[in-house]
């Protein structure tokens, strides 16, 4: 057992994450249930957070009233009595904030300010201190709940090593707090931050008013995890000329107040068996039609370029009018951020765009685009993955993207072609998929042309090499990979539950 063979003792994992593994929802008689979400960050990683008798501390997606108490967490999901992701409700700790507070943090700072400027459009973000302390307080409130965890975990054994893992741009100052605080008790921990959005270049990140508090607040980690190099090296090339640290670009080391802090690519996987099962299981839902599917699965961001997916898929109707009657782009779009003006504005544009392309292109019997503004489920979604000829996905930036790879792990039959953006972390590594660039809209329509018309040997070759590569590097593999960056203990427990 490699738990027990740590020097110190054995290590528990506290996960700190903006949102928990699942929301809080009143039932019909007004009694409070637990809502799972079916992410595969929550399947990979809860299941050891359960084994090594850790803890999740997040939001729970609720609001409480001024003056009343805090609720007593559920221990499962509606009338089941498996706690969620095997969680145990004495493993939550649940971080309430107030409406407000939660609006300038949220809204304000997280999908105001740090989206766009990490996803490099500065000209989409806003900056205002009072968003920016509503930040601070948010991720101060966090780092005391975390600390919290900690103590609770030392108490009930003294010997016990946490291995506190902070996620994601919404908690950026988190782990230099909970440093402090552990060094002011003499408890030891380790800690490990993993970035889910592109960290940018210098000369964007600089724009970012408290771009040294962020920094710091990053290196009060033993270890900063990104999906790919080039944002490694963002982050080294920042700190060194932000903040005039030593950095090692060799070894991807940072030195900060006498410790060295190191900075990893950690590609995020998804839960490829799963889809691939899903896929076996999945009933058709796509009525058996004379069409070709074009499919996109986004939720509604800028960032996904939606809008000049729509113009390529115009362009090919118009250049290409052997299409017509025989393909059908069906687009799923998952409500996102509605209070956030951005995302309103684009919803109309959306609206407008698809009205006027199908206006166009329409005949009495077909419709050029299927629009779906609204979530379904996985196993339906499994189904659209299994049955498309062509998957789009084509951001104008994105951290990693997982629905390239689910379109892979689903395609179980005729295989179909994946276009992809190299603007996505995952075009980093899906190399054999169609690669274009989303600004060209000329170009894109033509690859949804040649993805169309490609032959079944090719395409066969494409996507075996694809569906190998996702298999391996599947979000389990993405934990284990996180663990052993941290030099952690719990690297056997990963691999015994992960299975
Ligand atoms: C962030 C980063 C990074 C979508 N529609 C439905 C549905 N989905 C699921 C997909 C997929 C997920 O949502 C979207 O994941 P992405 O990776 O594409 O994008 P973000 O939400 O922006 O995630 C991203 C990721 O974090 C992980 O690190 O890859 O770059 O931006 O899993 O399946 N699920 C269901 N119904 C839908 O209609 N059930």
Redesign the pocket.
């Known amino acids: 057992d490699p738990a027990s063979t740590s020097p110190v003792s054995r290590e528990a994992l506290i996960v700190v994450s903006n949102r928990l593994p699942f929301v809080l929802k009143k039932n019909e008689e007004g009694h409070l249930i637990r809502k799972s979400s ?4 929550v399947t990979a990683v809860a299941p050891v957070v359960a084994q090594c008798k850790g803890l999740w501390v997040g939001w729970p997606g609720i609001f409480l009233e001024s003056g009343e108490k805090e609720p007593i967490i559920p221990e499962s999901e509606d009338g089941n009595c498996t706690p969620t992701a095997g969680l145990l409700s004495k493993q939550i700790v649940p971080v309430f904030m107030e409406k407000d507070q939660f609006g300038q943090f949220y809204n304000g700072c997280c999908n105001g300010t740090f989206w766009p400027l990490f996803h490099s459009m500065p000209d989409r973000a806003i900056f205002f201190s009072e968003h920016w302390k509503a930040y601070v307080e948010v991720n101060q409130f966090f780092a005391d709940k975390a600390m919290e965890a900690v103590d609770s975990l030392v108490q009930q054994n003294k010997d016990v090593l946490p291995l506190v893992w902070v996620h994601d741009y919404h908690l950026t100052l988190a782990a230099a707090l909970i440093r402090k605080q552990a060094a002011e008790k003499g408890i030891r921990i380790k800690l490990g931050f993993f970035l ?2 592109p960290f940018p270049p210098w000369d964007i990140f600089r724009l970012l008013p408290w771009a040294n508090q962020v920094l710091e607040g990053l290196l009060g980690c033993d270890m900063v995890g990104f ?1 790919i190099e080039d944002y490694c090296l963002n982050f080294l090339d920042c700190c060194q000329r932000q903040l005039d640290y030593r950095v090692d670009k060799k070894n991807f080391t940072v030195e900060h107040e006498g410790r060295k802090i190191s900075v990893r690519p950690l590609p ?1 996987g998804i839960p490829f068996d799963k889809f691939t099962q899903m896929a076996e299981e999945a009933p058709r839902v796509v009525r058996e039609s004379r069409e070709k599917i074009i499919l996109g ?3 509604l ?1 800028y960032t996904k370029g939606l809008v000049h997916r729509l113009r390529a898929y115009e362009n090919l109707l118009t250049k290409h009018p052997e299409y017509i009657e025989k393909v059908i782009f069906l687009q ?1 779009s ?1 409500p996102s951020r509605t209070d956030v003006k951005e995302y309103q504005d684009l919803k109309e544009e959306m609206d407008q765009v698809v009205g006027k392309i199908n206006g166009q292109f329409s005949t009495a019997n077909w419709s050029p685009i299927r629009y779906i503004y609204g ?4 196993a339906e ?1 499994a189904a659209f993955y299994r049955d498309a000829a062509v998957c789009v996905v084509t951001p104008l930036r ?6 390239a790879k ?1 379109f892979v792990a689903c395609q179980i039959e005729d295989p179909g072609v994946l276009i992809l953006s190299p603007f ?2 995952a075009g980093e590594m899906m190399h054999e998929a169609l690669i274009v660039n989303p600004y060209e809209v000329d170009l894109a329509a033509e690859m949804i042309h040649r993805a169309l018309s490609m032959p079944l040997d090719e395409r066969q070759v494409r996507m075996t090499h694809l569906r190998k590569r996702e298999k391996i590097n599947d979000v389990n593999a993405w934990t284990a990979n996180f663990l052993k960056a941290m030099d952690s203990s719990l690297l056997g427990i990963a691999a015994a539950v992960c299975r």
Do not use: C, F, P
């Not at 079916?38 to 960050?41: C, E, N, Q, R, T």
């Not at 979530?375 to 996985?378: E, R």
């Not at 994105?398 to 629905?403: I, K, R, Y």
């Open positions: 079916a992410g595969g960050l889910h959005i999906h995020i699965v986004d939720r961001d799923i998952v979530s379904i489920s996985q979604l994105d951290g990693m993207n997982l629905v689910e996505a972390g």
